[in-house]
């Protein structure tokens, strides 16, 4: 079956980076688009950036632009996301998903068919 396993997450002060990674299988893995998304407790799951099957196109969301990068490597079946200059109100959940190539990139949840479990990251001011 389709796993996504997120990992990379911890505590960091204001300022600081961390990279997240999500490895998946149990897909054809360069057939899909993916994304990360983040959710704060109270909060709906917000969309932060997606990148297409080749990784030759991506979008992010207005908060994070310019700070965040998402990449991947289809050799190794993994999506990143560099966080920098991270800011106290970045602080969630952060899952990675996956959205068949065909279907172009998406930036609402319910267009993704996969989802990983997550990984908690935490920015403390």
């Known amino acids: 079956q389709v796993q996504l396993v997120e990992s990379g997450g911890g505590l960091v002060q204001a300022g600081g980076s961390l990279r997240l990674s999500c490895a998946a299988s149990g897909l054809t893995f360069s057939s899909y688009s993916m994304g990360w998304f983040r959710q704060s407790p109270g909060k709906e799951r917000e969309f932060v950036a997606v990148?297409?099957?080749?990784?030759?196109?991506?979008e992010y969301a207005d908060s994070v632009k310019g700070r965040f990068t998402i990449s991947r490597d289809n050799a190794k079946n993994t999506v990143y996301l560099q966080m920098n200059s991270l800011k106290p109100e970045d602080t969630a959940v952060y899952l990675c998903?996956?959205?068949?190539?065909?279907?172009?990139?998406?930036?609402?949840?319910?267009?993704?068919?996969?989802w990983g479990q997550g990984t908690q990251v935490t920015v403390s001011s």
């Open positions: 998903a996956s959205r068949y190539a065909l279907r172009g990139l998406g930036q609402k949840d319910d267009e993704y068919d996969y």
């Open positions: 990148v297409s099957w080749s990784g030759g196109r991506t």
